[in-house]
Structure formats: C-alpha cells, structure tokens
C-alpha cells in the first residue's frame, strides 16, 4: 500500500487498485488519475455513492470506469481499494 501525506488527509492504494489502473485506456487513464487526487482534498464529492453494505465504502464513476474506495471514520485516510470497469464488476 502507497501512502502520501496531503494537506488533511492520507491517501493510500492497494496493490490491487495499482494493477486495476494499467487497465484503464490512455485516453481516460489522466482523468481517473486526477479524480483519485482530487479525492485527497474532497473526499466526499457529491458524485460519489457510499455503499449501502459497506460502511465508509464509495463509488465515484469516472469516464465509464468505477474508483471504490474507502474513507476512514475519522476521515483522516482515504484508501483505493479499486479502479473497477464497471459499477457491479468484482474487487479483485
């Protein structure tokens, strides 16, 4: 896991969300990528869908492509857990 230190909140991947944004095309690849940073100074945007069986765990859909993630209780630390294809494709 990869962690970095913005300005409120610590924003980490998994290995797997690594190996999942090599899938993504090149056109679309900058546009989740910045998504995933912007995440660290709004972690909550009003695009994103909390799950309902998973506290703390987000959807936010980007160009076709799915970022889950999870935000900490204290939202402090905002983990990638995945950067899926589709809305109901399974985490890896």
Known sequence: MSLQQTGKLELAM??????EIEL???????????????LADE????????LDDAKGCYYL????????YHLSEGMDCLTVLGVLDGP???VH
Do not use: F
Not at 61 to 68: F, K, P, T
């Open 14 to 19: 998994t290995y797997s969300a690594y190996r």
């Open 24 to 38: 993504v095309p090149q056109t679309t690849v900058d546009n989740v990528s910045e998504a995933i940073l912007q």
């Open 43 to 50: 972690p909550q945007p009003e695009e994103a869908v909390m």
């Open 61 to 68: 859909a980007v160009d076709g492509w799915y970022i889950l």
């Open 88 to 90: 109901d494709h399974t």
